[in-house]
């Protein structure tokens, strides 16, 4: 079946380490995108790439990092320098980025906390 | 930067009823789309219009957009308990779709 993986779909964490969430596709999506929901809030975009070996911060992109060595992968890193990691990550992809994009197909979801 | 806001955040009805949610936007847009999120999932892509229509349907679902209010409806018809999640509208103008705020539909059998 093609989708959007992602894991761990929980994940604790200690302050100060680091952690990569996993985001998977096997759509042959150009773009993928990151986005953090916090309890009753809306989606908020941290990364996003149209195409591999680039990509573009979001809104909140402090205290993350990314790669896209591949197409259908787009690892984020929550770093220690992020204040407040705890909170749902959602990945997504679309069949390609830019302004007339359609639909994004979203993953399953990962849960961090911070310890 | 929350492009959309949608009115009610809540709205709790009884099954077979009609639901409407409102969303409104700041800045011109290429296309709004509508999300659902049941709890603790990812989204799951409902509907998408274009800025140059007007209303769309898909099933029970009837979504308008006017573009001279930057505003936008989503109406389910003859709700069911299944139809219990959070719903959320998506604007795109450049390269980003951002999201709105998102109502919670509670829907009673």
């Known amino acids: 079946d093609g989708g959007i993986t992602q894991s761990p779909k929980y994940l604790f964490r200690k302050e100060g380490q680091n952690v990569t969430l996993s985001c998977e596709q096997n759509?042959?999506?150009?773009?993928m995108y990151w986005y953090r929901q916090d309890p009753g809030q809306g989606l908020r975009l941290i990364y996003y790439?149209?195409?591999?070996?680039?990509?573009q911060k979001g809104d909140i992109a402090e205290g993350y990092s990314v790669s896209r060595e591949k197409k259908e992968s787009f690892p984020l890193t929550v770093t220690s320098a992020q204040k407040n990691p705890t909170a749902f990550y959602l990945c997504?992809?679309?069949?390609?980025?830019?302004?007339?994009?359609?639909?994004?197909?979203f993953g399953e979801g990962s849960r961090l906390t911070v310890l | 930067s929350q492009q959309g806001e949608e009115d009610p955040q809540a709205l709790s009805i009884q099954e077979g009823e009609n639901a409407t949610m409102n969303c409104s936007y700041k800045?011109?847009?290429?296309?709004l789309q509508w999300y659902r999120q049941n709890s603790g999932r990812g989204l799951v892509h409902l509907i998408l219009?274009?800025?140059?229509?007007r209303e769309k349907h898909s099933g029970r679902l009837r979504v308008t957009l006017d573009t001279s209010k930057k505003s936008s409806s989503l109406l389910i018809t003859a709700s069911r308990a299944a139809d219990t999640a959070s719903y959320f509208c998506?604007?795109?103008?450049?390269?980003?779709?951002?999201f709105g705020t998102g109502t919670r539909l509670q829907v009673f059998p």
């Open positions: 997504a992809s679309s069949i390609e980025g830019g302004p007339w994009t359609g639909e994004l197909f």
């Open positions: 759509l042959n999506h150009d773009a």
């Open positions: 790439s149209q195409i591999v070996n680039d990509f």
């Open positions: 800045t011109s847009i290429n296309n």
């Open positions: 219009i274009r800025s140059n229509e």
């Open positions: 998506a604007t795109r103008n450049t390269d980003k779709l951002i």
